[in-house]
């Protein structure tokens, strides 16, 4: 993995705390990546569409685009100021989070940073909302949801399948373990293996403790193959026992994780890669940054931009 370009998404840029724009900086001081900044903006009393717009309109989306531009270039500034190559990019667009994805696409950005919405509370749990779990769904990026809390001290895990019991192919979790063992380097911290083997996938005769141990066994040797192939060296592999959703945000909290690296799943049947409903209760219960890759032949579908012409004040 390799970072040359992080993409910030700001959903607020009038907002004093930033965790998106910190997050972003931090790692692009580690690794010498340039950082974007992007913000899109929209008001439906604004918006002329379908049949009532007009240049007065444009006008005032004009304004409330060069307003947000202000805004943001000041927090870009004080990234200049640190030394960090940094530059904004705001437009007037909906849904944000398609926004977000073709200006990831169209900056070539290697990483997409967004800040989640979180209830000011230490260690609580994600609280996402519909743009973030778009995010989530679709960007073809690997995407860095930072939570804005008391940062955490401990190791970068990556959630990884030996036994591919969910359809997500070796390929992918190969690449959620380099990824995870790059930020542990980047953020100077170690690189943890888990994966927690649910009660259902246990045989009907595995009731007694030699059983499950056995299993145990066979799956850490898999674990082991995944990751000599990734060729990665790994602090740690945790064999946990039990539903993930609730034994990996366990986990998390008692190693103070800085970061879990989990993937998108392909649910047989559909044609778009989404997050599995496991993924999905486990990212509920987090209590740490999270990171999401996409397996190689993850393919975007996007609606068509919808756009309203923007008239920019003149200077």
């Excluded at 927090?75 to 960090?84: E, I, P």
């Excluded at 996938?201 to 009731?207: F, I, K, M, N």
């Excluded at 032949?297 to 003149?314: A, D, H, Q, Y």
């Amino acid at each position: 993995m390799q970072l040359d370009t992080i993409f910030a998404a700001v959903a607020d840029p009038e907002e004093t705390i930033q965790p998106a724009i910190q997050s972003a900086a931090d790692l692009a001081r580690t690794v010498g990546a340039q950082v974007v900044l992007f913000h899109a903006t929209f008001d439906s009393s604004l918006s002329g569409r379908p049949f009532f717009d007009s240049r007065r309109l444009a006008r005032s989306r004009g304004w409330l685009v060069a307003k947000r531009t202000r805004e943001i270039e000041r927090h870009a500034r004080k990234l200049q100021q640190r030394g960090l190559d940094a530059r904004t990019h705001v437009v007037w667009e909906e849904p944000a989070y398609e926004s977000i994805i073709r200006g990831a696409i169209r900056e070539k950005a290697d990483l997409v940073v967004a800040g989640t919405h979180m209830p000011g509370r230490p260690n609580a749990p994600f609280s996402l909302r519909q743009n973030d779990w778009q995010l989530l769904r679709l960007c073809p990026r690997p995407l860095l949801l930072v939570r804005g809390s008391q940062p955490a001290r401990g190791p970068v895990l990556a959630a990884l399948d030996p036994t591919h019991a969910n359809d997500k192919p070796a390929t992918l979790d190969r690449a959620l373990a380099r990824a995870a063992s790059y930020f542990a380097e980047a953020m100077g911290t170690d690189f943890h293996a888990v994966h927690s083997i649910p009660a259902a996938v246990y045989p009907l005769d595995a009731s007694d403790a030699a059983s499950r141990a056995q299993m145990r066994k066979k799956v850490r040797k898999k674990m082991e193959r995944l990751l000599a192939r990734s060729k990665t060296t790994v602090a740690r592999a945790h064999i946990l026992q039990g539903a993930p959703e609730k034994t990996i945000p366990r986990l998390v909290a008692k190693l103070d994780a800085q970061l879990l690296v989990m993937g998108a799943l392909s649910r047989r049947g559909l044609k778009r890669f989404a997050i599995g409903d496991t993924a999905e209760r486990t990212i509920g219960s987090l209590s740490c940054d999270l990171l999401i890759l996409k397996p190689e032949n993850f393919e975007l579908k996007l609606g068509r931009t919808k756009r309203e012409s923007v008239i920019l004040p003149e200077e």
